[in-house]
């Protein structure tokens, strides 16, 4: 979009001089100053500023006035001047009564009592060595110990400024008599007579930082030494009277001039310009400059209060002619870098060599909203507006509206394709013209665009749609869907920008930001979600630096590409109110950037042009300082609460009692640039795990602290995102209740620990005497058990010799009756019966005889068995080995009563059978004992074998083995084999 010519339809009928309004913030007595005159501004170590005023001197930290005055402890409230020493100690001149220092902590007064020949200060400064100047209307003073004396170097006589440069060179200005310099002990004098210096009236001395250049004020004017040369720099012709009150230079190198009564003059390189009220001064008395350490330049006023300049990378054009309101709609400049502009009422302008040059336009109707301009050569313009489309020749006017064929009268944007034909978009569709006749176009479907806001013909010449639905291809005079696009979710396009690797980027009303490369069909949708902090873009455009600029509705967005082509990501920076950028809502289709690299943006409040070359980033972290310590949100008086302060009335060596464990910690973080775009985030260590999250809440509480020594840490960002390298520590305790100390809690220990013992030694001695009584009653007792024990294994033993007896009366029984039987049947069965009744017998006789009445040896036993049997069978050893192989075992008195006629039995039947006639042979006996209480016992014989033997299935002896050995739980096998072996599996007892 280019205008070259409009002036053969649209008439200039006046030129105006339009002011530059920069960004300046006040402040008066309405915000806490205590006098609307500043004589002089301070900023200490802290980034504070200080104001000394005729009310008093006042600390501002960006956002409140802490102001000190007589009742505090001020020599005077009419304070001229300020400086702060190496110390760290502010001094605060006045007019009428010295000096007055503040360490912090207290107020020091010094003046005619203390060595000044006059009370009316006038300015001071230290030298590179710490030693304090003062000038006075009586001379030059310096201080010695706590005492002023005047430098005989200096004529006696009043002085209004006093400057120590980095060299140690003293430079001081007399009221009326010139320029003196004391460089290493010898004074030089410069007068206006001989110097040339515009006036003998010195009101102000500044120098550059690392330049012998010092710049003098006079009441005619500015001065400059330079190389012992003095020069006197040209001013603008618009100032009306030269006296100065102050220099400073900011960090982009502009030197700033105030005037006492005619404003503000910049010098740089060379260009000179005059800053009056219309620039957005309060007023044109101006008192004092500062330049602080965020680049922001602070001025005093004489009656109108304190004024910031920041972000002078941004100049404002507000007030533009005739123009009320001026809500600029169309935007674009000419090939001889003229920014052109339309408004939404039909107003049309241009700017050139400084001037605003108004256009009565005759055409069309007042009210006309103007959205964009086509200039297809100088005698053929088209101008889309909100009443259709005029085509501006040399002899005509022609209009074009939906009766010509145009789908809407509402025309928002125009576009050339590569071969000249012009396309219109309107809020119904998109149309193009061609010999003269509108042509409608739609997709292959027949669908048509609706409303479309912009059209771009890209680096390819392919031209691109933005409409109310999406993104589209315009081919063949046909509109085509994007495939890459189509599944993302983006609507009411209303610009289109491209870069310069061939990315395109698309703008849509609250749906964010689409990146599109259509070689490589990669898209990027940027939205709230990701990375946009706002989603409502109105337009976009690419500047010759390679970056994106997002206007929105409420600020503007500078996105570096190179940035996002490496990463596809975003990263920008924004400007709004607090840095500078007052236009509010950018227009649709609002930026363009003229041949000098300045970007211009139109808004709803005029025109607003950025300065790229003056732009600076704040990387001066917040000063962070604690405000206050509050006990459960409530204002504390420390000291009542007998806890030390220091000189900000905060507690040291913080102990509060374990009642009192809800504290609340005000904070603030000192940014003189954007006071209110303060972030913090803080962590209590002893409590917190973690940081807190971003916000920019100056205040953090905690309740129901245990006991134990928490440190607060705190952490702020700047508006450019810049942290605070170290936190701000401040340490206290939460001290336990009297029983959880430590004291407390050993003695507790100590007593609870001798009544322990206590406790223990006369339970020891009660349980010793209750043992002794318990011993003795035991061995009573088992002296009483023995006896009856002893009693009772002698009843036992009588019992079992009894029984014994009687056995032994049926042996001798059976054996009388046998000797009356002839049956040698019955003889065998009265002897099998004998020996029966013998192993009985001989158990009983064997209880008897031994102590141990439960138990049995079953070897001793089993022998005796068999030595019973080989008698009555007239069977020796000698002819019937015979082999015991028993374990030791013992085993209660029925196991062994069974085992025992088992045993008699097996043994019988081998003596009987095994070794007929005269053999010989042996037999043994085996137990063993493979498992727990499982065992095997074995009786065996080498003898002649079951052939010889009778039907043991009928015999008397075996059934009874058979028996008996079910008593024990027990199995029995016989195997017959080079004699007899019978294997009995029993279970005993455990």
């Known amino acids: 979009m280019r205008i070259l010519c409009l002036l053969w339809l649209l008439i200039v009928y006046g030129n105006v001089v339009f002011a530059q309004q920069h960004n300046f913030r006040n402040w008066t007595l309405a915000d806490g100053l205590p006098q609307s005159k500043v004589n002089d501004i301070l900023q200490d170590h802290r980034m504070r500023i200080w104001v000394a005023t005729r009310g008093g001197v006042s600390r501002f930290d960006g956002n409140t006035f802490h102001t000190y005055t007589r009742q505090q402890g001020l020599a005077s409230n009419n304070t001229t ?40 200060v006038t300015s001071l400064t230290e030298d590179k060595l710490g030693q304090l100047w003062v000038a006075t209307d009586s001379g030059i003073f310096t201080l010695t110990g706590n005492r002023f004396n005047r430098s005989p170097k200096f004529k006696k006589q009043p002085y209004q400024v006093i400057y120590s440069d980095a060299k140690g060179t003293i430079w001081a200005g007399s009221r009326s008599s010139g320029l003196y310099k004391l460089n290493q002990g010898s004074l030089s004098h410069y007068s206006s007579t ?21 710049w003098v004020g006079t009441t005619e004017g500015p001065a400059l030494f330079n190389n012992n040369t003095i020069t006197i720099p040209p001013l603008p012709a618009t100032v009306r009277n030269p ?15 105030g005037l006492q009564h005619d404003g503000l003059v910049t010098i740089a390189d060379a260009e000179t310009k005059h800053l009056t009220k219309a620039n957005g001064l309060s007023t044109l008395h101006i008192t004092s400059l500062l330049a602080d350490k965020e680049n922001n330049i602070w001025i005093g006023t004489d ?115 590569k071969d000249n034909k012009l396309w219109f978009a309107t809020a119904n569709g998109i149309a193009y013209l061609q010999n003269g006749i509108f042509a409608t176009i739609t997709t292959a479907n027949g669908k048509q665009a609706g409303e479309t806001h912009h059209l771009y013909r890209d680096k390819q010449n392919n031209l691109w749609a933005g409409t109310k639905d999406g993104i589209y291809l315009i081919k063949n005079n046909q509109l085509q869907p994007v495939h890459p696009l189509k599944n993302k979710a983006f609507g009411e396009v209303v610009s289109i920008a491209e870069d310069r690797n061939g990315w395109l980027y698309f703008g849509g009303y609250n749906y964010g930001l689409l990146a599109y490369h259509a070689k490589t069909g990669k898209a990027k949708l940027f939205t709230s979600v990701n990375g946009l902090p706002n989603e409502g873009i109105k337009t976009i455009y690419t500047d010759r630096d390679n970056n994106l600029w997002v206007g929105t509705n409420s600020n503007v967005l500078k996105v570096d590409l190179a940035y996002f082509n490496q990463t596809q990501k975003l990263r920008y920076r924004t400007y709004s109110g607090h840095n500078g950028f007052r236009g509010f809502e950018v227009s649709n289709n609002g930026i363009t950037q003229t041949p000098d690299g300045k970007i211009w943006f139109g808004t709803a409040r005029g025109l607003t042009q950025y300065i790229p070359e003056l732009d600076r980033i704040n990387k001066a972290s917040p000063e962070l300082m604690l405000t206050d310590i509050k006990l459960f949100m409530r204002q504390t008086d420390w000291e009542k609460q007998g806890f030390k302060t220091d000189a900000s ?82 340490t206290f305790s939460v001290v336990p209740p009297v029983w959880r100390r430590e004291w407390f809690i050993g003695v507790l220990l100590l007593v609870v620990t001798g009544a322990i013992i206590s406790v223990i030694r006369l339970r020891e001695q009660s349980l010793l005497k209750m043992n002794t009584l318990l011993d003795m009653r035991v061995k009573h007792r088992t002296r009483m058990l023995e006896r009856k024990h002893r009693e009772k294994e002698l009843l036992l033993q009588e019992v079992h010799h009894r029984v014994k007896n009687n056995l032994q009366i049926v042996i001798s ?16 069965v009265m002897q099998a019966i004998r020996s029966r009744v013998r192993s009985m017998a001989l158990l009983h ?101 079951s052939s010889k033997e009778p039907d043991q299935q009928q015999s008397f002896g075996l059934q009874l083995v058979s028996s008996l050995s079910k008593k024990l739980d027990g199995k029995i096998i016989s195997e017959h084999n080079n004699g007899t072996k019978t294997i009995l599996f029993f279970v005993l007892p455990s």
């Open 81 to 120: 001047c300020l400086l702060q020493d190496s110390r760290n100690h502010i001094w605060i001149g006045s007019s009428d009564n010295g000096l007055t220092q503040f360490d912090g902590a207290k107020f020091t007064t010094y003046n005619t009592r203390s060595g000044l020949e006059s009370n009316n």
């Open 194 to 214: 001989e110097h040339k210096l515009p006036s003998d009236a010195i009101t102000a001395i500044y120098t550059e930082t690392g330049t012998d250049k010092v």
């Open 243 to 257: 006296a100065v009150s102050d220099f400073v230079k900011n960090a982009n190198g502009t030197m700033l001039i």
């Open 303 to 417: 009656g109108f209060g304190l004024q910031q300049s920041r972000s002078q990378w941004f100049l404002h054009f507000f007030e533009l002619g005739t123009i009320k309101d001026p809500h600029v709609t169309a935007l674009a400049q000419d090939t001889k870098g003229r920014i052109w502009f339309g408004t939404d009422n039909g107003d049309a302008a241009y700017m050139q060599n400084g001037k605003l040059n108004m256009l009565e336009a005759k055409v069309w109707p007042p009210g006309t909203a103007l959205y964009s301009m086509w200039v297809r050569s100088a005698e053929d313009v088209w101008v889309s507006t909100s009443r259709g489309v005029w085509n501006l020749t040399p002899d005509k006017a022609k209009h074009f509206t939906t009766a010509q064929g145009l789908p809407s009268d509402v025309v928002y944007f125009i576009v050339a394709d």
């Open 649 to 730: 009335g905060l507690p040291v060596n913080l102990r509060l009692p374990y009642s009192k464990n809800h504290i609340t910690f005000d904070y603030h973080g000192i940014c003189l640039s954007a006071p209110t775009e303060v972030k913090y985030k803080y962590m209590l260590t002893g409590h917190d795990q973690q940081w807190s999250e971003t916000s920019d809440q100056s205040y953090a509480t905690y309740a129901n602290l245990k006991p134990g020594t928490y440190t607060f840490k705190l952490k702020a960002q700047n508006n450019d995102g810049y942290w605070t390298a170290k936190p701000l520590i401040y």
């Open 813 to 828: 029984l059976l054996n009388l009756q046998a000797r009356h039987v002839k049956d040698p049947e019955a003889l065998d």
């Open 845 to 945: 006789e064997r209880l008897y005889r031994h102590d141990n009445l439960e138990h049995i040896d079953l070897e001793n036993y089993f022998r005796e068995i068999c030595e019973s049997l080989y008698a009555a069978y007239g069977v020796s050893e000698d002819k019937v080995a015979l082999t015991l192989d028993i374990p030791p075992t013992n085993v209660d008195l029925d196991s062994a009563i069974t085992l025992g006629l088992i045993v008699n039995e097996l043994v019988s039947n081998s003596l009987k059978y095994a070794f007929p006639g005269s053999g010989s042979g042996k037999l043994g006996i085996e137990l063993q004992h493979p498992e727990s209480n499982r065992y095997q016992l074995t009786v065996w014989d080498n003898g002649i074998g």
